[in-house]
């Protein structure tokens, strides 16, 4: 079968995904790519977003699964959800050459939860920048995007957020001037994040904020606290994070469980 029978059955609504049928969109050659951009606008756009949504579902069960051309694509989709899932598909890419993509997402973007979805990618860079794996006009390009999303006043607070928990890696006392602006918000979402961002940045003066915030009354901040007790790698935070096994929330139960492990 062709590139075009796999993609004319795709594209038919009255036809169930198979996944061997999507797998055909995995490690497309060039031709292969130019055909599936000419066609791809043509789907219909609830359609599209079941075949985006099915590929992003598919990769994550098989990492051999490489769809990352029909990812780059639907990052310029008309549809804001297919844009936001196609960048959940490039999450866990090293590929540098999503740098600039990602970026304009994030600037350019007229959907929030968009832009968020950028700056939760970008914290890869991120992250492989700390690690010196990133040639350094990389790292500055990450960096400027996401701390353009941080101290932008007017950017939607979700995207600061994403942006704050993704550049935390970087060790410059800026990015603790913004976890303690976070942490001490009235806003539930920004103090998770902040205690978020505590743990990515692996600094263990974070240490007794985060086992305090291990018994706060709210669930999604003791998950955030034992999640960052498990980035800091800290032998002080075993206790107490043995204690959150057994925590009426199971999602505090198992991020106590990562972490220990």
């Not at 240490?207 to 998950?223: A, T």
């Amino acid at each position: 079968m062709t590139i075009e029978t796999f993609i004319e059955e795709l594209a038919d609504s009255n036809k169930q995904i198979k996944s061997a049928t999507l797998a055909q969109l995995s490690g497309l050659i060039s031709e292969d790519v130019n055909f599936l951009r000419s066609r791809w606008d043509e789907i219909e756009s609830g359609r599209r977003e079941e075949i985006i949504t099915r590929a992003v579902e598919l990769a994550e069960e098989n990492v051999e699964m490489d769809f990352h051309a029909l990812f780059i694509h639907c990052l310029y989709d008309p549809v804001a959800k297919i844009r936001e899932k196609s960048i959940q598909g490039l999450w866990e890419s090293d590929d540098r050459r999503n740098i600039i993509p990602l970026t304009e997402r994030l600037y350019k973007d007229d959907d929030p939860n968009v832009r968020a979805a950028s700056a939760v990618a970008l914290g890869r860079f991120a992250s492989l920048a700390q690690e010196n794996k990133l040639m350094s006009r990389d790292s500055e390009r990450v960096k400027e995007a996401l701390m353009s999303a941080l101290e932008d006043q007017d950017e939607d607070l979700i995207v600061r957020r994403r942006a704050l928990e993704s550049v935390a890696v970087s060790p410059e006392g800026e990015i603790r001037r913004w976890i303690d602006w976070a942490y001490s918000s009235d806003d539930l979402g920004l103090r998770s994040s902040a205690v978020f961002a505590m743990g990515r940045t692996v600094d263990p003066t974070w240490l007794p904020v985060i086992l305090k915030e291990m018994d706060n009354q709210n669930p999604s901040i003791r998950y955030e606290a034992a999640n960052a007790g498990g980035e800091l790698g800290e032998e002080d935070a075993l206790p107490r994070l043995s204690q959150l096994v057994g925590d009426p929330d199971p999602h505090v139960q198992m991020a106590a469980l990562n972490a220990i492990a």
